[in-house]
């Protein structure tokens, strides 16, 4: 065998000694460990110990005895195609795992940094991923409405879906909504003690933003309604505490109405 044909099998995944000693059981055969350490130059204990491993990845069997000298053999290489499909499969499920992760990951990169860290999300996954994290963090939340047309009825859905969570974990919110006649409503004006809801409604010709503004622990989300969904996830303790400042101007300054309307 040559060296080419060991640096197959390492590009497959295999160490230099697992190739190695896997090509001389082809070469050869069944073969004794003390045979293919004297082969290899590997030395008797680290020829077991790699047999066992590649016993364990099944590309060798130990086939039977004579007396107590156990012999083994190669499997057929196919084996090892299954194992890069094996692979390839387990990366795949690895980068799902660090993808899901990746915004916390860079917070805390960020954080180091004193940058904020921002994300940008299309459709409606934005709008999921930023409730999740909501429940995830655990405080309450500060929310300046948008309001949802017609034609956006799976977002009232999940705003309900929403609400209901928020509340089994005791999270509450302060809304500041604005209001149009026949604007669709998610939940109730009445209900809102029942949802831990705080809400100042004010007229939609002063506040009629096409963007919805969630402000929750050191972070704000801002979910573009209008034509394609976008959201942008800003995390940063000042740009937070901006908005909040802000939220709590027009929350003071405004004049209530009565009319209802959604968060």
Same mark, same amino acid.
């Given at each position: ?15 230099? $000694? ?23 130059? &590997? ?18 069997? %130990? %086939? ?8 083994? @053999?190669?499997? =057929? /290489? ?7 499909? $094996? ?20 917070? @805390? ?6 940058? /904020? ?11 999921? =991923? ?25 977002? &009232? ?16 919110? %302060? @809304? ?7 604007? /669709? ?22 506040? =009629? ?17 209008? $034509? ?6 800003? $995390? ?11 939220? *709590?101007?027009?929350? *003071? ?11």
């Amino acid at each position: 065998m040559t060296l080419i044909d060991e640096k197959v099998l390492e590009n497959a995944g295999l160490s230099p $000694e697992q190739s190695r000693l896997y090509l001389s059981l082809l070469e050869g055969g069944l073969s004794s460990a003390r045979h293919l350490a004297s082969k290899t130059n &590997l030395g008797r204990a680290l020829t077991y110990k790699i047999l066992g491993q590649l016993t364990y990845l099944k590309l060798v069997e %130990k %086939k039977k005895t004579y007396g107590r000298i156990a012999l083994f @053999a190669p499997t =057929h /290489p196919e084996r090892l195609k299954e194992l890069l499909h $094996e692979k390839q499969k387990l990366t795949e499920q690895s980068i799902a795992t660090l993808q899901s992760s990746f915004g916390s990951l860079s917070s @805390a990169y960020n954080f180091l940094q004193g940058k /904020p860290n921002v994300q940008f999300f299309e459709g409606v996954i934005g709008i999921q =991923h930023v409730y999740d994290d909501i429940l995830e963090i655990g405080k309450d939340i500060f929310v300046i409405s948008s309001p949802i047309n017609d034609g956006r009825q799976e977002i &009232l859905h999940l705003i309900r879906e929403q609400i209901k969570r928020q509340v089994e974990q005791n999270i509450k919110t %302060k @809304a500041i909504t604005p209001i149009a006649t026949g604007q /669709p409503i998610a939940t109730p004006i009445e209900e809102d003690e029942k949802h831990l809801i705080t809400r100042k409604q004010v007229p939609a010709e002063k506040l =009629h933003i096409p963007a919805q503004i969630i402000i929750y622990g050191d972070k704000v989300a801002i979910t573009n309604f209008k $034509e394609t969904l976008i959201t942008v996830l800003v $995390e940063s303790k000042y740009i937070a505490e901006t908005f909040r400042i802000m939220f *709590e101007y027009i929350w *003071e300054n405004d004049v209530p109405s009565n009319k209802n309307n959604s968060v």
